[in-house]
């Protein structure tokens, strides 16, 4: 099946800081990858959606400024955490969407904001 | 944007038993998919099962399956002969058939399951 790898899976980073998280489809082009944000026990809530060669499309509420989206290539997007704070810290999870128009997911990067 | 509804937080089932999992969801289109997506405590999204809402016969996979009511607008999961390694997080989401392809989550239910 398809696979989508994030790195790295758990980042512990200073406030003020900035971090950036990769999403790459491991074994087919993604025209389009998605970003997610999760707490604990909570739903996933979409953040922005990334596409080939253009700018990222950001959900109501999303600082696009503070979350920098970089889809450079079919297989790689990344999501930069600018001027990190502790409330940033969450669990954010990508998806990929294949040509079959599926959507797979990474397995998740744990970010810590001390 | 597309509502999911999961009514229930959480969901106790004994080892071999069968549970329910409900969902409803909103939408004026008449073509669109649905999905169950599990999350166990490793926190990776699995897909569970997939229903194409043009397609009148439920979606089965294994001891999977679903109830596709589509005029109640409603897509309940059902997992039988439970497992323990079926414990996780359970997701239902809509995905539009024709626009940009974001699925929208429901709010989960946590199952667990009784030795």
């Known amino acids: 099946g398809a696979v989508v790898s994030q790195h790295p899976s758990w980042v512990i980073c200073k406030s003020g800081t900035s971090v950036k998280i990769e999403c790459r489809s491991l074994?087919?082009?993604?025209?389009?990858m998605f970003w997610y944000r999760q707490f604990p026990k909570q739903s996933l809530m979409l953040m922005a959606t990334?596409?080939?060669?253009?700018?990222?499309?950001?959900e109501q509420g999303v600082e696009k400024d503070k979350f920098l989206i970089n889809h450079a290539s079919l297989t790689l997007s990344t999501l930069t955490v600018t001027s990190a704070h502790p409330e940033d810290s969450s669990f954010y999870i990508c998806?990929?969407?294949?040509?079959?128009?599926?959507?797979?997911f990474g397995p998740g990067t744990r970010l810590t904001v001390t | 944007a597309q509502t999911v509804t999961q009514s229930q937080p959480e969901m106790s089932v004994q080892e071999a038993e069968t549970v329910t999992l409900s969902c409803t969801y909103d939408?004026?289109?008449?073509?669109?998919?649905l999905f169950w997506y599990k999350q166990p405590p490793s926190r990776q999204m699995i897909l569970v099962i997939r229903?194409?809402?043009?397609?009148?016969q439920n979606a089965t996979e294994n001891r999977f399956s679903v109830n596709f009511q589509k005029a109640a607008k409603s897509f309940s999961l059902k997992i039988s002969d439970s497992q323990l390694g079926d414990a996780a997080m359970y997701f239902c989401?809509?995905?539009?058939?024709?626009?940009?392809?974001?699925?929208?989550f429901g709010a989960g239910t946590t199952v667990t399951v009784r030795a």
């Open positions: 074994d087919f082009q993604a025209t389009t």
């Open positions: 990334s596409n080939e060669g253009s700018k990222a499309t950001y």
């Open positions: 998806s990929a969407r294949a040509p079959t128009y599926e959507q797979y």
């Open positions: 229903q194409e809402a043009y397609k009148q």
């Open positions: 939408t004026s289109e008449s073509d669109y998919y």
């Open positions: 989401a809509y995905r539009s058939a024709w626009s940009d392809y974001k699925l929208s």
